[in-house]
């Protein structure tokens, strides 16, 4: 290799690790949540995940209505609590629904910050088995920019969900 | 570099900025009702619409894009009042009658917009999360309470940054939406239990 080409390499190398590093100066991600309030009942020991509903219809590489639903019970049991096979009267009955999704990609959001942003938007519905009444909570999980680094956001926006979706349970299992 | 290019980026700098600082107005009330509504409610309904207050998470600016770009229109006071008229056109072509006025044979229809926001990329959304409940004017008690989600996507994002920004026509969608929910749950629950189909008023 001539030294004209090992110092195009090394441009090209330090070009990419400046873009990297920006990538990740720049990161946006962030996830919020609001509840609704009302009703809702004490003493949450039995979670009831009936399953995700897939309102946004998109195709993505992996079925993300099947993973939410397995990332609210594997931290519903983390946390301690029971996941009961059916809503029964003991039971708070969890209805997940998915509105927006974006798979995105982490090579998009190195190119151009926002250009393959991953986001899920999810809202769940808590009520206690047997009645209608109870209290809504919905999340926004975005990945805007990030590079290289937020490789895997596509299911890091579901993972935050789940996380807002059993921290409210947990918030009130402790009243 | 000449002067003129000097002072080019500078300039665009400035644009960008004073654009993302420029509020949107907030869309007329007449934009939020639903074009078509299956839902009527019944004649003897009355309701009395009291102010659309804004969930205390929201109106600190915790939903990061409303906070940095200002532009979400209904957290705005203006759009407040103007979404509470927007629910009273609303229950008006429902057939409902709305008070002016507080009174015993009125119910109270509350209002609280817990959050909304834009997740403006590639295909921009905007998303609206209300919360609405019906006291009973005589005594105070929630007789009805209803949570509804709604989204629309966003068209002209760019525009909102001109010179002169106009209400997108995206954001009158999205609370029709809301207010279509919300006013076929109310109606479906008036026509099986409203308590006051029994007391004659």
């Known amino acids: 290799m001539t030294l004209r080409w090992r110092l195009l390499a090394l441009a090209m190398l330090c070009l990419l690790s400046v873009r990297a590093a920006e990538a990740s100066l720049l990161s946006q991600q962030y996830t919020t949540s609001w509840a609704s309030p009302g009703f809702f009942p004490l003493n949450v020991v039995q979670v009831y995940v009936r399953g995700v509903q897939n309102e946004a219809g998109r195709q993505a590489s992996f079925d993300y209505a099947a993973y939410l639903a397995e990332q609210v019970r594997q931290r519903l049991s983390a946390g301690g609590m029971t996941v009961a096979g059916s809503g029964d009267a003991n039971a708070v009955v969890v209805d997940v629904s998915i509105h927006l999704y974006q798979e995105g990609s982490a090579f998009g959001r190195w190119l151009a910050p926002g250009a393959g942003a991953s986001y899920a938007v999810v809202q769940a519905h808590f009520r206690k088995g047997g009645q209608a009444a109870g209290a809504d909570l919905l999340t926004v999980s975005v990945i805007g920019s990030g590079g290289l680094f937020s490789a895997g956001g596509e299911k890091t926006v579901l993972e935050d969900a789940a996380d807002e979706i059993v921290a409210f349970l947990q918030a009130k299992a402790r009243k | ?201």
């Open chain 2, 1 to 201: 570099m000449t002067g003129a290019r000097k002072l080019l980026w500078p300039l665009v700098a400035i644009l960008w900025l004073a654009g993302c600082a420029t509020p949107v107005p907030p869309n007329e009330p007449t934009d939020m009702v639903p074009r078509s509504l299956s839902a009527r409610m019944p004649a003897s309904v009355d309701v009395f619409v009291d102010k659309v207050v804004v969930d205390s998470a929201a109106k600190n600016g915790e939903t990061p894009f409303e906070q940095m770009t200002g532009k979400f229109p209904f957290v705005q006071p203006q759009g407040l009042d103007n979404y509470r008229q927007g629910i009273r056109l609303t229950l008006q072509a429902a057939g409902a009658r709305t008070s002016a006025e507080r009174t015993p044979d009125a119910d109270v229809l509350r209002t609280t917009i817990l959050g909304g926001m834009s997740i403006p990329y590639a295909e921009a959304y905007s998303v609206l999360f209300v919360h609405y409940e019906l006291e009973d004017g005589r005594n105070g008690k929630v007789l009805w309470s209803k949570t509804v989600y709604s989204q629309a996507r966003l068209d002209n994002v760019q525009n909102q940054a001109a010179e002169k920004p106009v209400a997108n026509p995206a954001y009158g969608r999205l609370a029709a939406a809301n207010l279509r929910q919300m006013t076929d749950s109310l109606a479906a629950w008036l026509a099986k239990s409203n308590p006051r189909k029994d007391s004659g008023n």
